[in-house]
DNA sequence: TGTGACATGTAATATGTTACATGATTGA
DNA sequence: TCAATCATGTAACATATTACATGTCACA
């Protein structure tokens, strides 16, 4: 079961009856770019939900365009409970991805000016983000749904440690005691 | 350009000369588990590196495994630089993954005993990566690359923001006017 | 001498990406 | 009426996963 099929269900749940179009809306909304949310996942994957009994589609005759109205069925949300509670192993909690700390890990490989530009526009970026991070946190600041407010607070301390060590980065490198890698 | 190769890339150039399978064991041995480092990825991929020149490969003689010794090519090195760079667009920092948040957001869709299920596993699982995460960083302590080091320490920074952000959930989940379990 | 690590690779499968293609609905 | 949004979908392609398959090397 893939990351995508849980979130998909998830959002389905919070906003049934809603069509694949909202669906994919609703991850786009998301300030992260992990997933493009782009029609040639969705579609499929909600057909594929479709076919294995997850979700019940009933067309909106009133709508010419073929408007489908999902929803989920007592399958999809077994489906979804079972998703949610693998969170509690290991292995999807150690399963977590950040692309600039990845690159960071090589920064000994690098030349002092490339490792300037590297931390310098980083840590634009990653304030950048934490930007729309908090942004996203104050559209659900007001909604009654105080669980999703404290997932998206938990981005946004993310996104908080994530500039605080970029700063770090940068004080260790404007620092000269460190001679330059040998390559 | 996909995040593993230019991971593999950047392994690559700081154990060079290496095998493709000593990438695989390094890959290994991050404390995270986002990529499965699976040999059915990894020697396609140093095959597809090689056939476009960023990766240069000689058979060890002396070994009848027909291990090959892998090296970057200056076409590798540039590649590599140029995945670096990308971290200063906002388009990568944000394509961060957290496979716990993006469930913590349906936690309103769940009865209160699976959101105690939830949150008390969750905390457990997110403490036990915190945990390979400061047993990563303390291998790097004494590492003459102070950069790995710091990378290392921001994902040990995350990681305690991550085990931080479920123990406020869990408190709001015992303020609740939900009777607590028996403690 | 035997076991576990080293070493390379493929096959079937699943899933995601980009780009393309089409048309209806809504509101200024 | 016209443009933006809503709405569904496919095609070609790239890439990762799991499971399988084979054999060598180092060392106790």
Redesign the interface.
């Known amino acids: 079961m893939s990351?995508l099929e849980?979130?998909v269900l998830?959002i389905l749940?919070?906003k049934q009856p809603c069509t694949a179009y909202g669906i994919r809306m609703a991850l786009q909304d998301s300030?992260?770019?992990?997933w493009s949310a782009s029609a040639g996942a969705i579609y499929p994957l909600l057909n594929r939900l479709e076919k294995a009994g997850l979700v019940d589609a009933s067309v909106d005759a009133g709508d010419a365009r073929g408007r489908r109205l999902l929803t989920l069925t007592a399958a999809g949300r077994a489906r979804?409970?079972q998703?949610?509670?693998?969170?509690?192993?290991?292995?999807?909690?150690?399963?977590?991805?950040?692309?600039?700390?990845?690159?960071?890990?090589?920064?000994?490989?690098?030349d002092a000016a490339?490792r300037r530009?590297?931390v310098?526009?980083?840590l634009?970026?990653?304030e950048?983000?934490l930007e729309?991070a908090r942004q996203d946190l104050v559209i659900r600041t007001d909604s009654e749904?105080?669980?999703?407010y404290?997932?998206?607070?938990?981005?946004v301390?993310?996104a908080?440690?994530?500039v605080?060590?970029?700063r770090?980065?940068r004080d260790?490198l404007y620092d000269d005691s460190?001679p330059p890698?040998d390559r």
Chains 1, 2 share one sequence.
Request: aromatic fraction near 10%.
């Open positions: 990351e849980g979130v998830g749940q919070g300030p992260s770019s992990f979804h409970r998703w949610m509670l693998s969170a509690g192993s290991v292995e999807v909690a150690s399963a977590v991805s950040d692309p600039v700390r990845s690159r960071a890990f090589f920064l000994g490989a690098m490339d530009t590297f310098d526009d980083s634009q970026a990653l950048s983000f729309s749904d105080s669980w999703a404290l997932a998206a607070l938990g981005g301390h993310q908080e440690a994530r605080k060590w970029m770090e980065i260790h460190v890698v």
